[in-house]
């Protein structure tokens, strides 16, 4: 079984600048013998669940069109972390995050911004921007 936890998030004056971190933890045999998809996700209150950044298993990277040239995704060679820095923080962006995985012996057709897609969830980091 796949852990996520995912921690960084703050209260933050629009403008500010945070960096959310997601841990992941329990890739049986090793992490090189799985395709590994990963993504940033969030939800704010009476809203979907929508994708914001992702990442996958060649390290090719897609980024939700409201948070280009601000957020960067990014992870670590073992993908044991996953992280996203937020530059130009807006009160728009405020949202509980989430980190996702997909993690399975063989890759396959990916929509990067589906929750469907994905077989692992963290618990969620909550970021509020204020005006």
């Known amino acids: 079984q796949v852990q996520l936890v995912e921690s960084g998030g703050d209260s933050v004056q629009a403008g500010g600048s945070l960096r959310l971190s997601c841990t992941a933890s329990?890739?049986?045999?090793?992490?090189?013998?799985?395709?590994?998809?990963m993504a940033w996700f969030r939800q704010a209150p009476g809203k979907l669940r929508e994708g914001v950044a992702a990442?996958?298993?060649?390290?090719?990277?897609r980024y939700r069109d409201s948070v280009k040239g601000r957020f960067t995704i990014s992870q670590d060679n073992a993908k044991s972390n996953l992280y996203l820095q937020m530059d130009g923080l807006k009160p728009e962006d405020t949202a509980m995050y989430y980190c996702?995985?997909?993690?399975?012996?063989?890759?396959?057709?990916?929509?990067?911004?589906?929750?469907?897609?994905?077989?692992?969830w963290g618990q969620g980091t909550q970021v509020t921007v204020s005006a």
């Open positions: 996702a995985a997909y993690v399975f012996r063989l890759c396959a057709t990916w929509d990067p911004f589906a929750s469907s897609a994905y077989n692992y």
């Open positions: 329990g890739y049986r045999d090793g992490y090189s013998r799985y395709c590994i998809h």
């Open positions: 990442i996958d298993n060649d390290g090719s990277t």
